[in-house]
């Protein structure tokens, strides 16, 4: 600057030099640095952020295909980057949606994922596994064609693929796992008017040889009519349909057709479809409620409501998906409410028949006092190897309500983002809890799925939405505000 300062031409002359190389250094500064720096994690405004809920998908995914759902430290890793990446995106609703090549890398990884070999494992005997997996692959990315007549061929194809995994293991009215014990017998005790609830059944839990009925009467009412036929994971089978179709047709309304084939294709690629089904996880169930009532909601209230009220009869370990977008907005709570009273008058009959002592004991509390697990997919083996034991109470429960906090703010956005909240409100705890396995981290990746499927890329302020036509992604959606009906771009 004294330079500058200076009135001698020869000093002018000097200085001259050193202008152009400032001008030279903010060229190329505009011209290469900014462009770069646009382009990295720390550009908020970037089509990273969109992408961060397909990422929590694929990142789930394969910390349980590692495994099986058990632990190892690659998995715990992968759950920790991905609960933190969802945080810092949060909320989600102005930053669009992923686009078409952000899908099918998505699509290819998880079908890949299914190729892994505690997942091989399980089809037995079929050594044409690999090539079910393959056409698997190539048929869920054939499905975000824009081309009808690739769409549809590719679909039989996907569908066909799942059905032989799930075949290929299954073997008709038998499994190793007690879960499917514990079904087949406690519906086969009530189709002969016994109480499936005064029962012990064989447990596979390590420490524990017996075990009484843990679920809900709602996971008896959904899964008699497949234990008449023979197998409790029939009408599972059915279940897991009803969530990918519900899914499905909630994004075509909220968003478009190319959405929601793409969602489509992420869950008919992901392991989740196929392998809760082979172990007769009863998650299915209330997963499905929850996805049925976002649904039809708006068309059929009641239908909805005794939907949800069914699936959470069954499990009410989906419920703090739903935290979110009941806390902050009357109608959605007051529907859940509603479906609650519907799931405790289905489980009335079976409280009363049982006894509230002995049926809470047997539901909630057996369950609640069962160790913690060295296996289990979370942060207590690691803070085992370190320490020699679990993690400290005030941790446990610590690290959940802080990120519950953290969240309140983000959550009050929309839709999505109140679902996506819970979904991560799901994640962190079930990272610290005593125990969480493969069936526990399916309510994450199927609930970070329904909450995409009421699409991204709104932005909600005081001068009106946000018009989807400024939108620049692929698959851009309408307006979404919080009470769940469609506003045009004008804000009518």
């Known amino acids: 600057q004294p330079h500058y300062a200076c009135t001698k031409p020869t000093d002018i002359s000097r200085s001259r030099p050193t202008t152009s190389k400032l001008i030279s250094l903010q060229h190329i500064h505009s011209a290469i640095v900014s462009p770069v720096l646009s382009k990295t994690i720390l550009a908020r405004d970037q089509q990273w952020r969109a992408a961060i809920p397909l990422a929590l998908v694929v990142v789930a995914s394969a910390a349980n295909a590692i495994n099986y759902g058990s632990y190892s430290e690659v998995g715990v890793i992968l759950l920790c980057a991905g609960l933190v990446a969802i945080r810092l995106g949060l909320p989600l609703t102005s930053n669009g949606s992923p686009d078409g090549r952000t899908f099918v890398a998505a699509v290819e990884i998880l079908g890949l994922l299914n190729l892994a070999p505690s997942l091989a494992q399980f089809a037995g005997e079929a050594s044409s596994y690999p090539i079910w997996i393959l056409a698997l692959t190539i ?6 064609s824009e081309k009808q007549w690739v769409r549809w061929p590719a679909l039989a194809i ?8 799930i075949l290929s293991k299954i073997r008709w009215g038998k499994a190793t796992i007690d879960v499917f014990g514990v079904l087949q017998h406690g519906d086969e005790h009530l189709l002969h008017l016994q109480n499936p609830y005064t029962y012990r059944y064989v447990s596979t839990t390590p420490g524990q040889a017996y075990t009484h009925f843990p679920y809900g009467p709602g996971a008896i009412a959904a899964t008699l009519p497949g234990r008449i036929a023979g197998d409790v994971r029939l009408p599972e089978l059915l279940m897991m349909a009803l969530l990918i179709l519900a899914i499905t ?28 089904i082979v172990q007769s996880w009863v998650e299915v169930i209330p997963m499905a409620g929850i996805a049925v009532w976002l649904w039809i909601r708006d068309r059929w209230p009641t239908i909805s409501i005794g939907a949800l009220g069914l699936g959470l009869s069954a499990s009410f370990l989906p419920l703090p998906l739903l935290a979110y977008l009941c806390l902050w907005h009357r109608r959605y709570r007051l529907e859940a409410v509603f479906a609650i009273a519907v799931a405790i008058v289905i489980t009335a009959p079976f409280l009363l028949w049982t006894g509230p002592v002995h049926y809470l004991d047997d539901v909630l509390l057996s369950p609640l006092s069962l160790p913690w697990r060295r296996d289990a997919l979370g942060l207590n083996p690691v803070w085992a190897d370190l320490t020699g034991g679990p993690l400290p109470w005030p941790l446990a429960l610590g690290l ?11 959550a009050r956005r929309g839709v999505a983002d109140a679902l996506m909240a819970g979904t991560l409100l799901v994640l962190g705890a079930l990272l610290v809890t005593k125990f969480a396995f493969f069936n526990y981290y399916f309510i994450v990746v199927f609930g970070a799925l329904i909450a995409m499927s009421q699409g991204f890329g709104l932005q909600h302020s005081a001068s009106g939405p946000r018009d989807p036509s400024t939108l620049t992604t692929g698959f851009s959606p309408p307006m979404r505000p919080l009470d769940g009906t469609p506003v045009t771009s004008n804000g009518g």
């Open 249 to 276: 047709a909630t994004a075509k309304r909220t968003v478009n057709s190319r959405y929601a084939w793409a969602l489509l294709a992420l869950m008919l690629a992901c392991p989740f479809t196929m392998f809760m």
């Open 400 to 410: 959940p309500a802080l990120i519950g906090a953290s969240l309140l703010r983000a």
């Open 139 to 144: 048929a869920t990315v054939a499905l975000l």
């Open 158 to 165: 996907a569908i066909t693929a799942d059905l032989l995994v």
